[in-house]
């Protein structure tokens, strides 16, 4: 089965920089494309990013465009999330999530996605 596990989340102050690790197992992880989400206490889940199976194209939310990057590696399975200039509403658990299906054309859609990671926590203080 899929095994998503996240890595590297943590506290930091405002302003400052984390790199989010997401390794995955039981897939063929470069024919899927790889999203980023989280979800601040009270509110609904939401996509952060998503990059397809090639890294060819990317999105991003508005509220993140700019400060955050996605990437990933396909020979070490692994997806990444730099966020930088981190503010305090950034504070949420995040996940890392994989496509339902190979080659998804929904794979920037929150939609699109069927596997999920646990989650690991981002904190950051003003």
């Known amino acids: 089965q899929v095994q998503l596990v996240e890595s590297g989340g943590g506290l930091v102050q405002a302003g400052g920089s984390l790199r989010l690790s997401c390794a995955a197992a039981?897939?063929?992880?470069?024919?899927?494309?790889m999203g980023w989400f989280r979800q601040a206490s009270g509110k609904e889940r939401e996509i952060l990013a998503a990059i397809n199976w090639s890294s060819s194209s990317i999105y991003y939310a508005n509220s993140v465009n700019g400060r955050f990057t996605i990437s990933r590696d396909n020979a070490k399975n692994t997806v990444y999330l730099q966020m930088n200039s981190l503010k305090p509403e950034d504070t949420a658990v995040y996940y890392c999530?994989?496509?339902?299906?190979?080659?998804?054309?929904?794979?920037?859609?929150?939609?699109?996605?069927?596997?999920w990671g646990q989650g690991t926590q981002v904190t950051v203080s003003s």
């Open positions: 039981g897939l063929t992880f470069s024919r899927y494309a």
């Open positions: 999530a994989c496509a339902s299906k190979m080659y998804s054309s929904n794979w920037a859609a929150a939609t699109g996605y069927g596997y």
